[in-house]
């Protein structure tokens, strides 16, 4: 048996930038020959993979699945827009999200479902190789009732489940399951568009109640405003600052006239029972990802313009 050391796994994955157990494997596959080694890795995709890895992939699709009491939104990313218009990534996107409605939102976990031949990474993996663009899994979150619904909206939808905005939201309640269904999909058609902060001011860091706090303070102060008044002043705009972040305190966009927590009400009367919003989940594609400056998709063009 060919003795695996750290310096020829070392040598592999400098020259063909794929993941340590993986070039270890493939060593272990070709009895130490590193050509061999490196001929594994491409034929099973993961060299290529591999070396797209740095590439920083800040689009793709945002995919829910949904049962009666449960659901899940995901994030996976691509490098550029138009492979979400792709049957193989959004087919991917789709698995990973029923994968991931089964097993919960932690990223480690749903990696390592089996499915076909194969880890969840591994198929990753394999679509990269075909599409030719870096992918990842970057997060889930989950969210469940035990009475009640979760319901969903998808914004900018290319498929069923699939877009680039997606919200679920859990309504507790031993209320009419047909008014919830629809008071729950208009609301997360509210989430989508206003993008709340937190359900009501309790939701909320305290952090960022103190910041808005000495925001306004200091505006005033600006403005000089006695220290006395300002405090008045202060507590006045902090509700403004809740009608703006605070779900129940925003105005309604399917009526204007009131805010969530009238319309919430209105459900409950239609429903036939309280409801209580156990919480939402919003997930913007792409949301906090540092992009560089420059356009990939215009790079390639350019370049293959040099041929």
């Known amino acids: 048996m060919t003795n ?3 310096s020829m796994v070392k040598e592999l994955r400098d020259k063909t930038g794929a993941g340590m157990m993986d070039c270890k494997a493939a060593l272990g596959e070709s009895g130490g020959d590193l050509e061999t080694a490196v001929d ?10 591999a070396k ?11 995919g829910i699945a949904v049962a009666a009491n449960k659901g899940i939104v995901v994030e996976v990313n691509s490098e550029t827009d138009f492979v979400a218009r792709n049957d193989l990534f959004q087919g991917l996107v789709k698995i990973i999200a029923g994968v991931a409605l089964d097993v919960g939102a932690s990223v480690e976990k749903i990696l390592a479902v089996r499915v076909g031949g194969g880890t969840v990474a591994d198929a990753i993996a394999e679509t990269i190789a075909k599409v030719g663009e870096n992918m990842t899994l970057r ?3 989950a969210l469940s009732v035990g009475k009640g619904a979760v319901a969903s909206y998808v914004h900018n939808s290319v498929a069923d489940g699939l877009g680039r905005i997606g919200v679920i939201v859990a309504l507790e309640s031993a209320g009419n399951a047909d008014e919830l269904k629809a008071f729950g999909r208009m609301l997360a058609m509210h989430v989508a568009s206003a993008s709340p902060q937190a359900i009501d001011a309790s939701g909320l860091a305290a952090a960022t109640i103190e910041r808005e706090k000495n925001i306004l303070a200091e505006k005033f102060k600006a403005q000089g405003k006695p220290a006395n008044v300002i405090d008045k002043i202060v507590e006045s705009g902090l509700k403004t600052f809740y009608k703006e972040v605070c779900l129940l305190d925003q105005g309604f966009i399917f009526d204007d006239k009131k805010n ?31 992009r560089p400056d420059g356009d990939f998709g215009g790079e390639v063009v350019a370049l293959a313009g040099t041929y």
Request: aromatic share 6%.
């Open 4 to 6: 695996i050391t750290a």
């Open 40 to 49: 594994w890795l491409r034929k099973k995709g993961l060299a290529k993979a």
């Open 52 to 62: 797209k890895a740095g590439r920083i992939a800040a689009e793709g699709l945002i």
């Open 139 to 141: 997060r889930a979150a």
């Open 260 to 290: 969530v927590a009238q319309a919430l009400k209105e459900s409950e009367a239609k429903a036939g029972a309280p409801i209580k919003i156990g919480g939402f989940v919003r997930y913007a594609l792409g949301e906090g990802i540092e």
